[in-house]
C-alpha cells in the first residue's frame, strides 16, 4: 500500500491558477501509478488526471488543455497544476494510487487503491 497527503487545496477566481501537491510513501511508490480523482457534492468520485510509473499521462476530456500531471519520483511526489480554471472545478480533489494502471485508459475509482484524504478546490465566479 501507498500512504498518500494532499496539499495546496484553496478558494481561487475564476481564470486563475492553483497547484496541488501529493506526497506519497510507502514501498516502491516509484512503480505506482499515480492520480487525482474529484468529487463534487452530489456526485461520483470521477477521474481528472493520472500518470503511470514510466510518465504516461491521460486527462479526464473536461481538463485536457488545463490541468497538466506531473510526478518526482525521487522526491514521492505528484502535482496537479490547475489553470483557466472554472467554476465547475469545483470539488474535493482526491490523490490516489494504483499499481496496475498503464496510463491507456480512464479509469474509474475502483480501479485505484490507495487514497489521500482530499483537499477543497473552490472556483468562484
Known amino acids: 500500500q501507498v500512504q498518500l497527503v494532499e496539499s495546496g487545496g484553496g478558494l481561487v477566481q475564476a481564470g486563475h491558477s492553483l497547484r496541488l501537491s501529493c506526497a506519497a510513501s510507502?514501498?516502491?511508490?516509484?512503480?505506482?501509478?499515480l492520480g487525482w480523482f474529484r468529487q463534487a457534492p452530489g456526485q461520483e468520485r470521477r477521474f481528472v488526471a493520472g500518470?503511470?510509473?514510466?510518465?504516461?499521462?491521460n486527462y479526464a476530456d473536461s481538463v485536457k488543455g488545463r490541468f497538466t500531471i506531473s510526478r518526482d519520483n525521487a522526491k514521492h511526489m505528484v502535482e496537479l497544476q490547475m489553470n483557466s480554471l472554472k467554476p465547475e472545478d469545483t470539488a474535493v480533489y482526491y490523490c490516489?494510487?494504483?499499481?496496475?494502471?498503464?496510463?491507456?485508459?480512464?479509469?474509474?475509482?475502483?480501479?485505484?487503491?490507495?487514497w489521500g484524504q482530499g483537499t477543497q478546490v473552490t472556483v468562484s465566479t
Open positions: 490516489a494510487a494504483d499499481y496496475g494502471w498503464r496510463g491507456d485508459y480512464l479509469p474509474g475509482a475502483q480501479e485505484f487503491s490507495s
Open positions: 510507502g514501498r516502491a511508490v516509484e512503480s505506482w501509478a
Open positions: 500518470i503511470s510509473w514510466n510518465g504516461n499521462t
